[in-house]
């Protein structure tokens, strides 16, 4: 398995802790693939917020859902320093874009 990040211009909808993404639909991304619909099933219940894909700068959780064929991620910033710093960023959209990081299992290409 490789890592895998996707990124996207913000979809993001602030909350008063946290914010709401969408990680996945079924469209052409911009490296020219699509991540089937249901292909995360089943969902965990919580997956950590990291920050710039950094295991070691954990900043929170999000809570992962889908809605029609929409994977969205709901986040919550924990209340650390650290956290706080980057909801502030969020929310002054100095950081204004979200990515996902996927391991993945079985890549499949179309002829």
């Known amino acids: 398995m490789s890592l895998t990040i996707k990124s996207a211009p913000a979809a993001v909808t602030p909350t008063p802790g946290g914010f709401t993404a969408i990680a996945s639909t ?61 909801r502030q960023l969020v929310k002054e959209g100095a950081v204004a874009s979200v990515s996902v990081g996927m391991l993945v299992a079985n890549r499949v290409k179309d002829k």
């Not at 219940?45 to 994977?71: E, M, Q, S, T, W």
């Not at 969205?72 to 706080?84: E, H, I, K, P």
């Open 26 to 86: 079924p469209d052409l991304d911009r490296d020219g693939e699509v991540i089937d619909p249901g292909a995360f099933l089943p969902l965990p219940k919580a997956v950590p917020l990291l920050a710039f894909h950094d295991r070691n700068d954990p900043i929170g959780v999000c809570r992962p859902r889908y809605d029609g064929n929409r994977l969205l991620v709901d986040a919550t910033f924990a209340s650390t320093a650290r956290a706080q710093e980057m």
